[in-house]
T-cell receptor, first 111, second 112 residues
Framework: DVKVTQSSRYLVKRTGEKVFLECVQD?????MFWYRQDPGLGLRLIYF???????EKGDIPEGYSVSREKKERFSLILESASTNQTSMYLCASRHSQDTQYFGPGTRLTVL | DQQVKQNSPSLSVQEGRISILNCDYT??????FLWYKKYPAEGPTFLISISSIKDKNEDGRFTVFLNKSAKHLSLHIVPSQPGDSAVYFCAASSGGYQKVTFGTGTKLQVIP
């Protein structure tokens, strides 16, 4: 069965902290994605990766960076968390133009 | 610039009736369209897709229609069931390794 896991379901951090969100998939997919979901704005793409060590900026990359050292793992990094980064973060993976499989999401609150 | 738009934030339908969710796009390079369903506190799950070479795709109670000239697609759910109550996202992409752009979502409530 297809599986995308995210390291935490809920996370609370302080302004200025460095935050790591981890995503792991077990499907040997080339592509991985990070989105944030906010009310009225839908899912907005932050970054995506089409292969190991490759990354592309999405629509809202400011304030974020990513790392993909291994095929199965895609990390989202908030270098210095701010309150406007409070959101639901969703990771997804896919093979080529196949459908995306999403993780359960991480609800991040920045105080 | 919102390239994929879902203009109805919410929709209420009686159980057994048809639900029609609409989606408009502006980028003529999009050639693959998908619908996802999302329950609260869960990630979105894939529902149905359609390639731009088709104008209709059906899977059980779910049918997606694509009108390329109008840059419009719609999802029909017949008959609607209470378990269909969720947020539905329309998404589009161009090419196999390109990013996927999502709409803002429509919250469907199916009333028993």
């Amino acid at each position: 069965d297809v599986k995308v896991t995210q390291s935490s379901r809920y996370l609370v951090k302080r302004t200025g902290e460095k935050v790591f969100l981890e995503c792991v998939q077990d499907m040997d997919h080339e592509n991985m994605f990070w989105y944030r979901q906010d009310p009225g704005l839908g899912l907005r793409l932050i970054y995506f990766s089409y292969d190991v060590k490759m990354k592309e900026k999405g629509d809202i990359p400011e304030g974020y960076s990513v790392s993909r050292e291994k095929k199965e793992r895609f990390s989202l990094i908030l270098e210095s968390a701010s309150t406007n980064q409070t959101s639901m973060y969703l990771c997804a993976s896919r093979h080529s133009q196949d459908t995306q499989y999403f993780g359960p999401g991480t609800r991040l609150t920045v105080l | 610039d919102q390239q994929v738009k879902q203009n109805s934030p919410s929709l209420s339908v009686q159980e057994g009736r048809i639900s029609i969710l609409n989606c408009d796009y502006t980028n003529s390079m999009f050639d693959y369209f998908l619908w996802y369903k999302k329950y609260p506190a869960e990630g979105p799950t894939f529902l149905i897709s359609i390639s731009s070479i088709k104008d209709k795709n059906e899977d059980g109670r779910f049918t997606v229609f694509l009108n390329k000239s109008a840059k419009h697609l719609s999802l029909h759910i017949v008959p609607s069931q209470p378990g269909d109550s969720a947020v539905y996202f329309c998404a589009a992409s161009s090419g196999g390794y390109q990013k996927v752009t999502f709409g803002t979502g429509t919250k469907l409530q199916v009333i028993p």
